[in-house]
Structures are given as structure tokens and as C-alpha cells.
């Protein structure tokens, strides 16, 4: 068990809908990360946060946002969702923003019909 | 940009069987460099790193040595295990970039008794 919580695990939606996939990371870590795993793309780093202030910015869509609360879980929202984004999402904690170790959580496997 | 290479699977063994895993990168600056593995129905979980020329990460019998001159990160086990069975995924991450993970498309490992 890594220590960080995503949910739900699966979800199955409809395009041109809305959801939003939450996460908690590790006890004391401050840097929340999330990646998009699909066949196509591999494994793509969408955004990170740290300590509520978002960090760095990577291949994320305009329709794609995410956020850090103050108790350091975060929320990554999708919206206007195409089939294409079907894929899992992954979750990933480290306790600051240099270069150590990065926890992942089991992801949340987004089916869009 | 920085990008990671890595052979395209499945990698098929017996138990027993030497295991390579071929990993090259390109990096603007100095990156360190991961393997990580990804278990069936889990999230990745970092294996061994190293952090700069010549340096050799090492964990659970897995081995990889960070090779400047070929640009190479290759993983090799000397007696793979059934329980070794999983998707492994080369990683870089580089300081000018943000300390960002670049993910390499993975390998399956398929090891049979």
C-alpha cells in the first residue's frame, strides 16, 4: 500500500459529460501529481501541485483542470469528455518538489461511452 | 524535450531466465534515472534509481547502471521469478525541466513457471 487514496476506482460516464476524480496523498507529502495512463500515449504527466499552489503544467487539456485544498487532497476535473479520454488516471504523492521519490496510487479507470 | 525509449514487449521468460529490459533517454541537462514497476491492478512503484554517471541502482535482484555514453538506464536480472511479472516503466527526470518524470511506453514481463 502506498499511502495514497484515489477514488473511484472505476467510472464509467457518457460524452460531453463532467467528472472529477479525487485524491489523497501520503500522510505529510506536500506535491500532488497526476498522470494519464493510456494504450495510446503511455504515461503522461498532466499537472502537479504543491502545497496548494500548482507547481508545473504538462500535456493537460484546456478542458482538464485540477486543484489542492488545504488539507493538500486534490480534485482533477474533466470536462466535455470525448471518448478519447478514456484512460486510467494516476495519482502520485512526494513529500517536496525535487527529485524523490514519487508514490502512485492505484488510479481510476475513466471509460467514456 | 526530454524523452525516454524503452523496448517494446511483452517479454516472454521462463523462470530463471536472465532478464534485459532495454532503456535509452534524451535529456537536455543531467537527469537522474528510475525504473519503476507496475504490478496488475496497482499503481508504480519506484524499483531503483541513480542519480548521476556511472552510478548503479539496485533492488530485489534488479539492477541498472546509468551510462552517459550510450544514454542507456538498461534493467537486467539475473534469475526473473514469476512474481516478477509486471509492466516496467523507465523514467527520467531532469532539474532544467522541473524535476518532471518522463516516462518511458513500458514493457510487459511475462514469466512463466
Known amino acids: 500500500d502506498s499511502g495514497v487514496t484515489q477514488t473511484p476506482k472505476h467510472l464509467i460516464t457518457a460524452t460531453g459529460q463532467r467528472v472529477t476524480l479525487r485524491c489523497s496523498p501520503r500522510?505529510?507529502?506536500?506535491?500532488v501529481y497526476w498522470y494519464q495512463q493510456s494504450l495510446d500515449q503511455g504515461l503522461q504527466f498532466l499537472i502537479q501541485?504543491?502545497?496548494?499552489?500548482?507547481?508545473a503544467k504538462g500535456n493537460i487539456l484546456e478542458r482538464f483542470s485540477a486543484q489542492q485544498f488545504p488539507d493538500l487532497h486534490s480534485e482533477l476535473n474533466l470536462s466535455s469528455l470525448e471518448l478519447g479520454d478514456s484512460a486510467l488516471y494516476f495519482c502520485?504523492?512526494?513529500?517536496?518538489?525535487?527529485?524523490?521519490?514519487?508514490?502512485f496510487g492505484s488510479g481510476t479507470q475513466l471509460s467514456v461511452l | 524535450g526530454n524523452s525516454v525509449t524503452q523496448m517494446e514487449g511483452p517479454v516472454t521468460l521462463s523462470e530463471e531466465a536472465f532478464l534485459t529490459i532495454n532503456c535509452t533517454y534524451t535529456?537536455?541537462?543531467?537527469?537522474?534515472l528510475f525504473w519503476y514497476v507496475q504490478y496488475p491492478g496497482e499503481g508504480l512503484q519506484l524499483l531503483l534509481k541513480a542519480t548521476k554517471a556511472d552510478d548503479k541502482g539496485s533492488n530485489k535482484g534488479f539492477e541498472a547502471t546509468y551510462r552517459k555514453e550510450t544514454t542507456s538506464f538498461h534493467l537486467e536480472k539475473g534469475s526473473v521469478q514469476v512474481s516478477d511479472s509486471a509492466v516496467y516503466f523507465c523514467?527520467?527526470?531532469?532539474?532544467?525541466?522541473?524535476?518532471?518524470?518522463?516516462f518511458g511506453g513500458g514493457t510487459r514481463l511475462m514469466v512463466k513457471p
Open positions: 500522510s505529510g507529502d506536500l506535491s
Open positions: 502520485a504523492s512526494s513529500a517536496g518538489t525535487g527529485d524523490e521519490k514519487l508514490f
Open positions: 501541485y504543491y502545497n496548494g499552489e500548482e507547481r
Open positions: 523514467a527520467l527526470s531532469d532539474l532544467r525541466a522541473g524535476n518532471m518524470l518522463t
Open positions: 535529456a537536455t541537462g543531467y537527469p537522474s
